[in-house]
């Protein structure tokens, strides 16, 4: 099939929650060590490419304040056009779901999708593990979404052990609160020595996100939410901010009666939590 007949075709960016997360020390290149467990969902951006014979590449979704060619997405084609040496181009059409600076990865999966669906439609033929080294120069969450696993996480997040979680629905709720993934890093309030742990020690219960007390500590809209959700859940922070979710068994109907008390101005979302990401299921589908 000659690729440039295909025609604009969407497909999924799913979001992510950090389960737990720790920062066990800082390498001597100044990146954080991290212990974390990436939980996939069902929600999230979509993404439609169109191809092009002239080598451009143009977003035609523009987000508040980002320029056309600072995008996530933007970015990780050029850097696979140059990575395999095409001379096609593409058009990139966002539908943004996925709030900007939620701690849910949205930036970092459109450009996991976009590295996956242009290796397959420009014809490259890289491999997952060389698409997630490119996906690592572009942001430390990005190989989990290439590789498409729920998945232990150390490293700075590139060293993944695929996990099976446990069946759970999420209650996600979106503070519109900006809180930058930098200056958070840098927060004097932030614990960069925690004592590591292992895969044992979070199935038996360990939660904890080093960022929920800073984050508390500069938001007060942050704090709020987290006393207004202890009243009916056990509610966590997800990255570094602001997104705060509480997981319920699937068939718990407390979820959707938490969700009705809050205040309607406040954003939130319902998401079922996956061990598989829908991206490689459309693409092996698509071979």
């Not at 439609?48 to 304040?65: N, S, V, Y």
């Not at 459109?110 to 033929?125: K, M």
């Not at 590789?147 to 629905?169: F, N, Q, V, Y």
Request: charge should be neutral; aromatic fraction near 6%; proline fraction near 6%.
């Amino acid at each position: 099939m000659d690729v440039l007949t295909v025609g604009k075709t969407w497909w999924p960016a799913p979001a992510k929650l950090n389960l737990m997360l720790r920062i066990t020390g800082k390498r001597a290149d100044g990146y954080h060590q991290l212990q974390t467990v990436f939980q996939l969902l069902d929600y999230g951006d979509r993404l439609a490419f169109e191809l092009r014979d002239d080598g451009h590449i143009r977003k035609h979704t523009p987000l508040h304040g980002i320029g056309e060619n600072d995008g996530l997405s933007t970015r990780a084609a050029r850097l696979l056009q140059q990575r395999c040496g095409t001379r096609l181009g593409v058009d990139i059409f966002l539908e943004k779901h996925t709030p900007l600076g939620a701690g849910l990865g949205g930036g970092s999966s459109d450009a996991a999708t976009t590295l996956l669906v242009l290796n397959q439609l420009w014809g490259c033929q890289l491999t997952i593990d060389t698409l997630a080294e490119l996906g690592a120069q572009l942001g430390a969450d990005v190989p989990v979404f290439v590789r498409g696993h729920s998945a232990w996480a150390e490293g700075i997040g590139e060293k993944l052990t695929p996990m099976t979680l446990p069946a759970a629905r999420y209650l996600v709720v979106c503070p519109e609160v900006h809180l930058s993934t930098a200056s958070m890093f840098a927060d004097p309030l932030l614990v960069r020595d925690q004592a590591r742990i292992n895969l044992g020690d979070f199935e038996q219960g360990e939660r904890g996100n080093v960022f929920t007390s800073v984050a508390r500590a500069r938001s007060p809209a942050i704090d709020a939410l987290f006393k207004l959700l202890a009243a009916y859940a056990s509610p966590q922070l997800t990255g570094s901010g602001a997104a705060v979710f509480c997981a319920f068994a699937p068939d718990d109907p407390t979820l959707e009666r938490v969700a009705q008390t809050l205040p309607k101005t406040l954003p939130r979302f319902i998401a079922q939590g996956l061990n598989v990401s829908p991206l490689h299921a459309m693409l092996a589908g698509h071979i």
